[in-house]
Structure formats: structure tokens, C-alpha cells
């Protein structure tokens, strides 16, 4: 039965070996601990033993497995590490950067004791902030509410990212989700925030300006135990910013950019436009869709557009190329148009599209090919025009100096309404409203005196609750922050009083070979190894496995065996045995090479 079964297996190995290449099935490795290999403290717990009249070829397998097992003499160590860092990561929550009480009516604010409130509907509608005091009704407050948000680095001029946007937000609006039970006087308990048409205000300064500045620095550590104090100099520092952007402090300053003019890229609430003419108070751009690489006869879409530019003829020796552009929606087509370097060509006329040849060559195919940079929806921009940013329209007032855009103001053309409202994807505003009662018998009850007990000061401790009410105006980050940072010793620890003392951590101390774990069969006392075996060889290379097998020890059929790894506990003197080995020089190296990689997952 057994020869029938590896004569199959020889006959589908024949099978795949014609259709697929020769494979053979590697050895399964039984599972064998990692103390058998290696002692805990590193060192190791084995001897390789080759037979004396093994060929060389068990030979390179014995030192192919004494390879393996070099790289597990180590052990892993708690020490402190010099010159190291650590890294550090601090997640912080969405931060409320600010909550205005809009309402409050409480034992500070009210101005009749006696007709204190006892209950939501007989709120007064009379403690609305006014700007100075809590007197204003609702649509006082409304009227007089403002507040500003900056939201830095959102815009930019050419790659850089640094023109701050200045918000204004005023006259507010609170419209209750439930509108029976609101009169419009005290609070709605729940209501979203209405900001209607020119109520939010966006200014954008392109002007910036290089600022130098200093600051006090620490220097040196104070050594308080022998009386030697900190130090402290003063250290001069520069940034980039806007006209708001000064810092206390001042040394100097000069401009570092007098704004956007022909030729420059920037962008306007995130859309990128091209500048090619600057006006009084306007300009006129298109959305800049950067720079492609088109070859003869392939048509190619603009990045992002509908638009696609097929090239039909290159000269490289006169810098032109003849192109046509046609839309894939609506099927308009151009007639051929000749590009010349380094002019800007309209192709229809009406600023839809504006290429501008950048260069020709010769690809590494030999195909021709043009670079090509695009501006679509090229448009002249004045005051009165508008925007659209996240779905909402915004109208532009542009201030040049006729050669540069200074600053342009937006404005909102729609209401923005919710609870809360989103202010450009950083900030959430949002409309609160909270409200707490008191009982001046529960008050008695728990031993106050009737003074104190007598909430609207009438004589009287009666079963009566009296409220207190407030409303709110909160913006909130949308997301939180996580700050990262790598500490050396002696570095604070992020918002803490904590210092980095010592940094420890898990050290590799490897432990090199003292004596050789490689060694012959006659050299090996059977009644104390000294050492776990691993036997390279079967019974005929090696005098040992042979030895095992005579004693019906060893339960493999070696003679047979197409590589074997067999795992013996207690084998010789108390010791274990791993034999790997196989019917041939071959199988047994296909049996170690399954054995080192055994090892190299331990």
C-alpha cells in the first residue's frame, strides 16, 4: 500500500511537472519549543551533528542551520538608552474657542426679586445682551451681535500657503425648531442659527510682509541649590504674515509680497486662478489648470474639465503647435488654432479656454509631443461678481493699485442656516440654550436658614420652584488637534509639570559563540550529550541517527523519505533529538531548509 501511494504521488508530480514546472511539497516541521534551540539567557542549547562519512552537501546544510540559529543568540534587556528620544503624541478634543452668553437671567442680572420666574414661560424677555449690559429684548441683541474669526494659511499666492481669511459674523437670527412655543422674546429652548444674505463678511489680504521681531528666550537652567539663577536673552526671530499678522516686539519690517499681479497664480476661497491682466479694482483670470504633456494624434482631456485638446502637428524647430479643442458634453469644437511659445491663445474667443505653448521635443519613443499649460473659464473680474464656495454664492469687492490685487472682500449672497452652522470646514457655531430650577421648601428642608431659603425675598418659604435661565453662541473646532513631538532627557513633557528624566527601553545584547555547536558523530557521547542534537543526515551519513533507528527510537522510514524533520524528547542521556534528513543528499537539504525557516519564525 505504501508503494502504490508514492508511486501516485510520483505520477501526479509528473502531471504537474508538465504543465507547470517541477515543484516539490516542502517538509511539515513539527513543534518544536524555542528552548530547544536556545538557553534564556541567549546562549545555546543545541550541537549540529554531521555524520563522519556525510557528503558535502549535508555538510552546507549543517552550516545553513548554524546560520539560522546564530541569529536567535541574543537577549532583550531593560536599559537606558544614550542620546535617545522619545516620541510623544497628545490628542486634544474639538476645543470651544468661544461662547458668548447671549441671555442670562439669574440673582446677578435680575432686576425684580420679587417677580423672580417660576417657570419657562415666564422667562422675561428683557435680559438679551446688548454689547455693555443683559437688558437688550431679542431683536435688540440681534441687531447689535457681531463677532470676528481669523482662520489662518487658506488661501494662496503662487505655492504658498499663508493668506489668513478675516471673518465677520453679525445679526444673527435664532429660529426655533419648534416655532408654537416661541414668541420671540426669551430663549428658544431648541433653535437653529439664521444668518442671512450680507451678514457674514470674509477679507482677504494679499499684501504680506516680512517681520522682524524679538523675543525672550531661556537660555541656560537655574541651580537653585548653589544660588546660580536661570538666564534669559533676548533672541531675534522673523515670520511671514499679513498687515494683522505684527508681532509685539517689533524690530523691522518690509514687504515680502505687494500682492498678486499678470503672470502670478493664487487662489480665492480654494479655487485656483491665473492671472493675466490686473485692472483698476479688477482683473481678469481663468482657473488654472496647470501644465500637460499632449502628443501628436492622442487626444487628452484638461485636468478636471470637459474640454479635450487633441495636438495635430509639432515644429520644433519654429516652438508652434496646431491644435483643435472640442467639448466631450456638449460638442462644441474649435476651428485649428497655431500656439506659439510662450503665448496666451483664447480659443474660443470668450475666455472658455486659454492655452499657452510651453515648449516642444521629441519623447524618448520619438513621438512629438507639447507641453501645454491651461486656463479654462477665463473671466474679467470686478466688484459685484461672485464666487461659489461649498454650494453658497459670494460676492467679490477687488482693490488693486492697477498692477497688483491688494485684498478682496467676500460676502455671502445666501442665508447659511443649521445648528450648527459650518464656518469653512474649521468651526462649528452653534445656538445653546440652558435653564435650572430651585425649590425654596427643598432649600428649608435641608436646613438653610429662612433668609437664605426665601428665594424671592417675600416673607415666605413656599413649594415653588424659581429658575435661572441662559442662552448661548458657541464656536467649536470641528476636529481636534494631535500635536507630536520627539523629547530628549531634560525636555518638559507636553502640558505637564513632568520632565524627561531617563529614556529606557528594550535592548538587544547578542551573544557570539564561545565553542563550536557544529560537530562530528563520534564525537558525541550518547549517555550525556551535554546539549539538545539536531542530526544532519539519515542512517547511513550519520553513525547516530543510524543508532536511533536500530533502537526503534527514530519512527521515520529515512530510507524512504523525501525529507523529514522527526522531533525525539529524551532521546540520548535525557536530552532531545531533532533528526533532518531524507532518502538523499537532496531530500535532506530540502528537509534543512525547512528547518531554517522554522527558525527564522521563532
Not at 114 to 119: G, V
Not at 524 to 533: F, H, I, K, Q
Request: net charge negative; charged share 25%; hydrophobic share 40%.
Amino acid at each position: 500500500m505504501k508503494v502504490k501511494k508514492i508511486a501516485a504521488l510520483a505520477i501526479g508530480a509528473a502531471m504537474v511537472g508538465a504543465t507547470m514546472g517541477f515543484a516539490s511539497a516542502q517538509p511539515t516541521v513539527p513543534n518544536i519549543p524555542k528552548d530547544f534551540f536556545v538557553n534564556a539567557d541567549g546562549t545555546p542549547n543545541v550541537k549540529i551533528v554531521v555524520g563522519s562519512t556525510a557528503a558535502a552537501m549535508d555538510v552546507a546544510s549543517a552550516a545553513d542551520i548554524a546560520v539560522a540559529l546564530g541569529s536567535m543568540l541574543y537577549t532583550t534587556e531593560q536599559a537606558e538608552i544614550q542620546n535617545g528620544y522619545v516620541k510623544v503624541k497628545a490628542e486634544y478634543p474639538p476645543e470651544t474657542v468661544e461662547k458668548w452668553t447671549i441671555y442670562k437671567y439669574n440673582y446677578d442680572t435680575i432686576r425684580n426679586i420679587t417677580a423672580w420666574a417660576t417657570s419657562y414661560d415666564s422667562l422675561p424677555g428683557d435680559y438679551w445682551w446688548n454689547g455693555a449690559e443683559y437688558s437688550a429684548t431679542y431683536s435688540g441683541w440681534s441687531d447689535s451681535f457681531s463677532f470676528p474669526v481669523e482662520i489662518p494659511d487658506m488661501d494662496k499666492t503662487g505655492d504658498e500657503q499663508l493668506i489668513d481669511w478675516y471673518i465677520t459674523i453679525q445679526n444673527i437670527e435664532l429660529v426655533s425648531k419648534d416655532p408654537s412655543d416661541w414668541d420671540k422674546s426669551h430663549p428658544p429652548k431648541d433653535a437653529e442659527i439664521k444668518i442671512t444674505p450680507g451678514n457674514v463678511t470674509v477679507f482677504v489680504d494679499y499684501v504680506l510682509y516680512n517681520y522682524t521681531y524679538w523675543e525672550v528666550s531661556k537660555v541656560r537652567d537655574a541651580y537653585p541649590e548653589w544660588g546660580v539663577g536661570e538666564e534669559y536673552e533676548n533672541t531675534t526671530k522673523w515670520v511671514i504674515g499679513d498687515a494683522d499678522d505684527a508681532p509685539a516686539n517689533l524690530l523691522s519690517s518690509e514687504v515680502y509680497s505687494p500682492g498678486v499681479k499678470e503672470g502670478d497664480t493664487f487662489t480665492v476661497f480654494g479655487q485656483t486662478f491665473y492671472v493675466l491682466n490686473v485692472g483698476n479694482d479688477t482683473f481678469t483670470a481663468g482657473l488654472d489648470k496647470g501644465e500637460a504633456w499632449y502628443q501628436v494624434g492622442q487626444p487628452q482631456a484638461i485636468e478636471g474639465t470637459d474640454w479635450i485638446v487633441t495636438v495635430l502637428d509639432i515644429s520644433i524647430i519654429d516652438q508652434r503647435a496646431l491644435v483643435v479643442v472640442k467639448n466631450a458634453v456638449t460638442g462644441q469644437e474649435s476651428d485649428q488654432k497655431i500656439l506659439e511659445e510662450g503665448q496666451d491663445v483664447d480659443i474660443f474667443g470668450d475666455g472658455k479656454v486659454v492655452l499657452t505653448l510651453l515648449d516642444t521635443f521629441v519623447g524618448i519613443d520619438g513621438h512629438l509631443i507639447a507641453s501645454i499649460a491651461a486656463r479654462v473659464d477665463v473671466v474679467d473680474w470686478s466688484s459685484g461678481k461672485t464666487i461659489t464656495y461649498d454650494g453658497k454664492e459670494w460676492e467679490m469687492t477687488i482693490k488693486t493699485d492697477g498692477t497688483y490685487i491688494k485684498n478682496i472682500t467676500l460676502i455671502n449672497k445666501d442665508t447659511l442656516q443649521g445648528n450648527p452652522v459650518d464656518i469653512f470646514g474649521t468651526y462649528n457655531l452653534f445656538y445653546k440654550f440652558e435653564m435650572k430650577k430651585l425649590n425654596e421648601k427643598w432649600l428649608e428642608d435641608q436646613g438653610y436658614n429662612s433668609t437664605n431659603a426665601d428665594i424671592d425675598n417675600d416673607g415666605t418659604i413656599e413649594d415653588k420652584d424659581f429658575y435661572v435661565a441662559y442662552a448661548y453662541i458657541c464656536l467649536k473646532e470641528k476636529e481636534g488637534k494631535v500635536v507630536e513631538k520627539e523629547l530628549k532627557v531634560g525636555d518638559d513633557v507636553l502640558d505637564t509639570d513632568y520632565k524627561v528624566e531617563g529614556i529606557y527601553g528594550d535592548v538587544t545584547m547578542l551573544k557570539p559563540l564561545t565553542a563550536p555547536i557544529t560537530v562530528m558523530d563520534y564525537e558525541v557521547s550518547m549517555e550525556d550529550p551535554g546539549a539538545n542534537l539536531i542530526l544532519i543526515g539519515g542512517p547511513v551519513a550519520n553513525s547516530l541517527t543510524k543508532w536511533l533507528v536500530e533502537q526503534n527510537i527514530s519512527k521515520v522510514d529515512w530510507y524512504n523519505s523525501p525529507g523529514d524533520i522527526e522531533y525525539i524528547q529524551d532521546a540520548l542521556g535525557g536530552y532531545d533529538v531533532v533528526i533532518v534528513a531524507g532518502a538523499t543528499r537532496d531530500e535532506t537539504k530540502v528537509a534543512a531548509e525547512a528547518l531554517m525557516e522554522y527558525l527564522a519564525g521563532l
